[in-house]
Nanobody, 119 residues
Framework: QVQIVESGGGLVQPGGSLRLSCTAS????????MAWYRQAPGNSRETVAA???????TTNDAVKGRFTISRDNAKRTVYLQMNNVEPEDAGVYYC?????????????WGQGIRVTVSS
């Protein structure tokens, strides 16, 4: 079973930057799409950005132009570079990794990492 470790969250001032990282365990082969989701207080979980194994990306309009998703397949890691952070970006960010084994898709989620935006 794939284990996921997230890092990079914390406190950031408006206009500042953070980079979130999400790394899958070494036994994670055949990783497909990797994505970041977030959930703000009182809101439902929403997609932030996603990237396929081949590098095709999609980005939520709310963060387009400010956030960039990327991946390093050799390191089994997906990143979310967050620039020009706004107070509305605060919340818990979750990494999602899809593994495909014999045509079966398995979803794995990170534990969530909090991003706090100061006044």
């Amino acid at each position: 079973q794939v284990q996921i470790v997230e890092s990079g969250g914390g406190l950031v001032q408006p206009g500042g930057s953070l980079r979130l990282s999400c790394t899958a365990s070494e036994n994670a082969d055949n990783i497909g799409t990797m994505a970041w989701y977030r959930q703000a207080p009182g809101n439902s979980r929403e997609t932030v950005a996603a990237i396929t194994h081949w590098g095709t990306t999609t980005t939520n309009d709310a963060v387009k132009g400010r956030f960039t998703i990327s991946r390093d397949n050799a390191k089994r890691t997906v990143y979310l570079q967050m620039n020009n952070v706004e107070p509305e970006d605060a919340g818990v960010y979750y990494c999602n990794i899809v593994q495909v084994i014999d045509g079966v898709h398995y979803n794995y989620w990170g534990q969530g990492i909090r991003v706090t935006v100061s006044s």
